[in-house]
């Protein structure tokens, strides 16, 4: 079955760097834009940022000039180099990615979640 895993989550000092990344595996015949989410505790998961089969990436503007977020297409993965990390960042980070299966419709996969803990 298709799916989706994150690594790269952990505990930084403000000001720090962390590279999140996720990989799709399964039976997949193609995958479409791919991104990151976060929710913090008591709060909405909001977009982070995401970038489409064709390269254009969209940024929430908390994390503009901050974070990068970046795909290999040919390993069927996902990165979010994070930089210049806040207390504010502290969140689970979730992976997600429109896929098409082999033999299936098109949807929207996400991932497991991975914690992120940025200390003042």
Known sequence: ??????????????????????????????IGTMGWYRQAPGKQRDLVAEVSSGGTTNYADSVKGRFTVSRDNAKNTLSLQMNSLKPEDT?????????????????????????????S
Do not use: D
Request: contains cysteine; charged residues 5%.
């Open 1 to 30: 079955q298709v799916q989706l895993v994150e690594s790269g989550g952990g505990l930084v000092q403000a000001g720090g760097s962390l590279r999140l990344s996720c990989a799709a595996s399964g039976s997949i015949f193609s």
């Open 91 to 119: 969140a689970v980070y979730y992976c997600y990615a429109y896929i098409s299966p082999r033999g299936g419709p098109r949807v929207n996969y996400w991932g497991q979640g991975t914690q992120v803990t940025v200390s």
